[in-house]
């Protein structure tokens, strides 16, 4: 008995014991509770606002922009058959009440609605339901300052999109004559979505885009004797374009600015993907702080390849290097770098003519290679896309000679030659 009143006694102290360490865990988990409760209240309170809504469209692309209030990478988006829609999620998202939802007429515009809704607790869902029976690719990105997410959207298949200038409107009737005269008769006739690069411009059919850097307010790199990049890069892209004219008859070359104004550099791949371009080359003047730095170089766009790339890329962009870090990030989640390889070839082809075509006239020039770096005003081009930095202009020597018409001139004939055996590498590899 006693045996077992001192066992009851001594298991009733243990249980004592349990209860206190019970109530210690439960309060331990309270609080627990009570911390983690308040952390979701404030992820709520730091909501990702919608501040507003930009779109451009046409009947075959349209780019829808989201300005946020603050920078994030948290979203998920994809595509839902039947009707066809993109949906895009943005967890802890908030819709301003005073944010205007733009609207689309399914006519004109490959997008014929932009929906927004709640998905699950917390989350926004915004969808974008595409016209018609349009089988659609699509993209996501986003932009800084102000922080900005992006989605584009391509007709898969169907026609190409119709540029929005009077010059394209026109186009089919020039190019049934430009191609009669250029190429046999062909027993299939294949459509300019079903052509490789080669037979594109064999037929005048093929697309370039340049792009002269900077613009209006925004003069670039101020060089000596107050050479302006903008000035600089027009120049140049104005003669390649008459070179290209001259060499690829037939062949459409865009120009982004063909003035002194200024245009966003997102604006300028839109530009690009509109007009259903195959090559898009953005001309750019250097400058460094020591004036001993010179010689060319040119960039595709990928994580960058070293510290002053990264920099560069940066001074591009109009932003700073963290963000630049940033944008290597998207980079890598997004698989943005898919035209990598056929860029690297073009930057090489373009560098290599550049280097050919002066040397022999002028002494000194240097090669700075191919490089990567994260360009914005590369991001979300859908073609094969370069930035050429063409010269020093901090560079006493290299100042001077951009200076000479003969200099930029020879600069524009290095660039159409390197575009040319860009196109004639892909006819050389499409008869194997
Ligand atoms: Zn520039």
């Known amino acids: 008995m006693a045996g077992n009143l001192l066992a009851s006694f001594y298991s009733r102290s243990r249980i004592n014991r349990l209860l206190e360490n019970f109530s210690?865990?439960?309060?331990?988990?309270?609080?627990f509770l009570?911390?983690?409760?308040?952390?979701?209240?404030?992820?709520?309170?730091?909501?990702?606002?919608?501040?507003?809504?930009?779109?451009?469209?046409t009947p075959g692309y349209a780019r829808v922009v989201l300005i946020l209030n603050r920078e994030t990478f948290d979203f998920k988006s994809g595509v839902l058959k039947k009707p066809t829609r993109i949906f895009l999620d943005i967890p802890r998202g908030r819709l301003l009440k005073r944010t205007q939802i733009p609207k689309f007429s399914p006519r004109t515009s490959i997008v014929s609605r932009l929906r927004f809704g709640k998905q699950h607790q917390n989350s926004l869902r915004l969808v974008?339901?595409?016209?018609?029976?349009?089988?659609?690719?699509?993209?996501?990105?986003?932009?800084?300052?102000?922080?900005?997410?992006?989605?584009d959207v391509w007709a898969k298949r169907t026609g190409i999109s119709k540029p929005f200038s009077g010059e394209g409107r026109k186009r089919p009737e020039s190019d049934k004559s430009a191609r009669a005269l250029r190429a046999p008769p062909r027993r299939k006739k294949l459509t300019r979505r079903e052509m490789n690069l080669a037979q594109k411009f064999r037929q005048g059919l093929g697309r370039i885009v340049l792009d002269p850097g900077h613009g209006g307010k925004?003069?670039?790199?101020?060089?000596?004797?107050?050479?302006?990049?903008?000035?600089?890069?027009?120049?140049?892209?104005?003669r390649t374009r008459r070179v290209l004219r001259r060499v690829l008859p037939g062949n459409r070359v865009y120009l982004t600015r063909t003035t002194d104004r200024y245009i966003s550099l997102s604006d300028r791949t839109t530009f690009a993907n509109e007009y259903d371009a195959d090559i898009f080359v953005s001309i750019h003047a250097n400058s460094a702080r020591s004036r001993r730095v010179h010689g060319i170089e040119t960039y595709l766009l990928s994580e960058a390849s070293s510290r002053r790339a990264l920099k560069l890329a940066a001074r591009e962009s109009g932003t700073t290097i963290a963000r630049m870090t940033d944008l290597q990030k998207i980079l890598n989640d997004l698989g943005l770098r898919s035209k990598v390889a056929e860029s690297q070839q073009l930057a090489q082809r373009v560098q290599q003519a550049m280097l050919s075509r002066l040397r022999p006239s002028y002494r000194g020039v240097r090669n700075l290679g191919v490089k990567r770096g994260p360009?914005?005003?590369?991001?979300?081009?859908?073609?094969?896309?370069?930035?050429?930095?063409?010269?020093?202009?901090?560079?006493?020597?290299?100042?001077?000679?951009?200076?000479?018409?003969?200099?930029?001139?020879a600069l524009a004939e290095g660039i159409a030659r390197g575009i040319m055996q860009f196109v004639g590498a892909g006819y050389r590899k499409s008869r194997k």
Request: net charge positive.
């Open 24 to 31: 210690l865990i439960l309060s331990l988990f309270l609080v």
């Open 34 to 57: 009570l911390l983690s409760g308040e952390s979701a209240l404030g992820a709520r309170k730091s909501s990702t606002s919608i501040l507003g809504i930009r779109e451009f469209s």
């Open 128 to 151: 974008i339901d595409i016209s018609k029976k349009n089988d659609v690719k699509y993209r996501v990105f986003t932009l800084p300052s102000p922080q900005r997410i992006v989605v």
């Open 218 to 238: 925004d003069p670039g790199a101020v060089g000596i004797a107050g050479l302006r990049e903008k000035r600089v890069a027009l120049d140049i892209a104005l």
């Open 375 to 409: 360009f914005y005003v590369l991001l979300g081009a859908q073609m094969p896309s370069i930035l050429v930095e063409v010269a020093f202009i901090s560079n006493r020597r290299e100042a001077r000679r951009m200076n000479s018409p003969k200099y930029r001139q």
